[in-house]
């Protein structure tokens, strides 16, 4: 806990990056001090509204200091390089390369990943009892690393990276394969897709296709088929269209906002030293699903 907090100044905390500003987050971690009596306030800093580059991260920390911040959550694009703007990084996300949660503390800017904690107890609670000897990701950003680190703890056998930069989908096998033992993960091409989701267990989506700001779907929807589960990190909108696509061809699938919960839950319990309540910040992160859909469907 800083010392701004300790005098009882309420915590200060931002989201930063592109298109953040219709974030269910910042609500959800504020509903759930709210139930544990915290003062808690959590603002999106929007890169995009801002007219700032993602170069600007560390101008952004910055500020943040100076303005009497207590925590940074990180997401896209900046998770992989405001790690060159910190004093300290926690091993798992210095592993993972990929940072998506800032303690500005008195000793320095200390860099987490609850991406991948929230992941794997997302999917473990989502999709408990699925097969998981072949899976493929797509994607290897800073989601992606996060990911696929968790996929491999939760025991995946053979994990195939696909992205749109073959290089970095390399480069991500290799980290995995170097943690974990072993060849469970390999980089694949796009065209190997169709091959590849044949024989597989599972899919998982970590690019931001199917965002407000990038709709669509990440890939051919005919290349799904019922035997496959199907998992997208992706939560705004909640029902993408790739979980759509999905369902309609009798897959299981599981949402991104389980990941988005837990996530929360582990980042929450880093900025204020409390652990909440999962099963709450769940039901009010459907609150707030449910709200927004109303808003949209007007």
């Known amino acids: 806990m800083s010392s701004s907090t300790a005098a009882g100044r309420p915590y200060l905390v931002g989201l930063v990056g592109t298109g953040v ?18 003062d808690y306030v959590y603002r999106p800093i929007d890169l995009t509204t801002l007219s700032l580059s993602p170069d600007a991260i560390g101008e ?39 940072v998506n949660t800032v303690l500005l ?25 699925v097969r998981t000897d072949r899976v493929v ?21 053979e994990l195939s ?30 065209t190997d897709l169709a091959r590849l989701l044949a024989a597989a267990d599972g ?19 005919d290349l799904l088929h019922a035997d496959l589960w199907v998992a997208d990190i992706v939560y ?15 897959c299981r699938t599981l949402d991104g906002g389980r990941m988005a919960v837990h996530q929360a839950v582990d980042a929450f319990e880093l900025i204020t030293g409390e652990r909440p309540d999962a099963d709450r910040m769940t039901a009010h992160f459907h609150r707030l699903v449910d709200a927004d859909h109303d808003v949209l469907a007007r």
């Not at 500003?21 to 915290?38: D, V, W, Y």
């Not at 072993?182 to 796009?190: D, H, L, M």
């Not at 705004?236 to 009798?250: E, H, K, M, S």
């Open 21 to 38: 500003t219709p974030s269910l987050t910042p609500p959800m971690h504020m509903a759930e001090a709210a139930a544990l009596g915290l």
């Open 60 to 98: 952004v920390l910055t500020w943040a200091e100076r303005l009497g911040y207590d925590a940074l959550n990180i997401t896209h694009p900046c998770k992989q390089t405001v790690i060159a703007h910190l004093d300290a990084v926690d091993p798992l996300a210095a592993a993972l390369g990929a």
């Open 105 to 129: 503390t008195p000793s320095g800017r200390i860099g987490y990943n609850t991406d991948t904690t929230g992941f794997a107890a997302g999917f473990l609670t989502g999709l408990p009892d």
């Open 137 to 157: 990701q797509l994607g290897a950003g800073g989601a992606g690393s996060a990911v696929g680190d968790a996929l491999l703890r939760v025991g995946v056998t």
């Open 161 to 190: 990276i696909v992205d749109v930069d073959p290089d970095r989908a390399a480069r991500l096998a290799a980290d995995l394969c170097a943690r974990h033992g072993g060849s469970r993960a390999r980089a694949a091409s796009s």
């Open 203 to 221: 899919l998982v989506h970590c690019t931001p296709t199917g965002m407000a700001e990038h709709p669509g779907l990440p890939l051919p929807a």
């Open 236 to 250: 705004r909108p909640f029902d993408t269209a790739l979980l759509a696509a999905a369902r309609a061809r009798g």
